[in-house]
């Protein structure tokens, strides 16, 4: 059954991946499952047809079939579940994979979403001065807990996992702040996952789209 995503017609990032389709790419790369994608404009993302998907009017959507998904950890989730590679096979290593998702999602990706909205889109504010190192210390904070736990392993719970692909895509988006290489292992870390083949060939197709425009994030 063909599987459609969508993205961005024009990433506000010009193509360095840090864009939600990105993670979802990822994911399908990785379980060797073709997809097709349909680039949608930012106007194009607040209409009807595209709300009808998406309630938000954001990109990832996913569509198989009748199933329409958006929410990247719903969309890893769904690709993990049903198909090998994302996911182990023992019943308590793919919970805890699945609770790195969540972590990833809920507990890591929070700050560095403040961060990024603290420098890109309060620049201009008279409080960025003070607010800004509030939030870069509740960021170093998650991370130097997130490092604790990594310590020399390669993953976060044996082999990579679904967990990990979602960890890896959150600290992605720190890299441009210097932050992740005050955790040398967490920039180590994430390094392993954009070396993987399939992150590459992910990359490549977003960047496909991207190249060339010139970014604004
Ligand atoms: N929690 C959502 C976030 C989706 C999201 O923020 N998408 C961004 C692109 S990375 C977007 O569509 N931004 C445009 C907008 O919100 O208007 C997910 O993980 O899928």
Redesign the pocket.
Known sequence: MTITITA?ERSPDGGKG????TRVRWALEEVGQPYEVRLVS?GA??EPAHLALHP?????TYEEGDLAL????S?VFHIAERQAGLLPDDANARARAITWMFAA?NTVEPPILELVTARLLEGDKPWREERLPLVEARVRSRLKQLSARLGDSDWLDGAFSAGDLMMVSVLLRLRSSGILDEFPNLAAYVARGEARPAYKRAFAAQWAINAGTPPTG
Not at 56 to 60: A, R, Y
Not at 70 to 73: D, Q, S, V
């Open positions: 961005f840090l864009a939600r389709d930012f993302m607040k938000f009017g954001q990109i990832p958006f929410e990247t950890g969309i999602l």
